[in-house]
Nanobody
């Protein structure tokens, strides 16, 4: 059974930083893409960053240069380091895992559809 549990969200001021964590169970990093998505009130969920099975990272335009995705295979944990946060980054952040190499093409290069989700962690950035 796959389990994804996010943590690390909170409230910060504009320009601040946060590090999100996603603890995983029942999931093999070398078989699946892992990624971060976010959803603001009244908006659709959007992609933020992902890491391919071979460790190659990908970022959305809004995340590139400010956010860093990483994973610790020994701890089965995915991270998202977020710097220079802005009010528009306010959203619920979700950790996700794709469907594996045989899934349909997904929202990031080298990744298939994201099928597994955590419960989310809230990030609020005030100006």
């Amino acid at each position: 059974q796959v389990q994804l549990v996010e943590s690390g969200g909170g409230s910060v001021q504009s320009g601040g930083s946060l590090r999100l964590s996603c603890a995983t169970a029942g999931y093999s990093y070398d078989s699946y893409c892992m990624g971060w998505f976010r959803q603001a009130p009244g908006k659709e969920r959007e992609r933020v960053a992902a890491v391919e099975r071979d460790g190659t990272p990908h970022y959305s335009d809004s995340a590139r240069g400010r956010f860093t995705i990483s994973q610790d295979n020994a701890k089965n944990t995915l991270y998202l380091e977020m710097n220079s946060l802005q009010p528009e980054d306010t959203a619920m952040y979700y950790c996700g895992g794709d469907s594996g190499p045989r899934g349909r093409p997904g929202p990031f290069p080298g990744c298939s559809d994201f099928h597994y989700w955590g419960q989310g962690t809230q990030v609020t950035v005030s100006s």
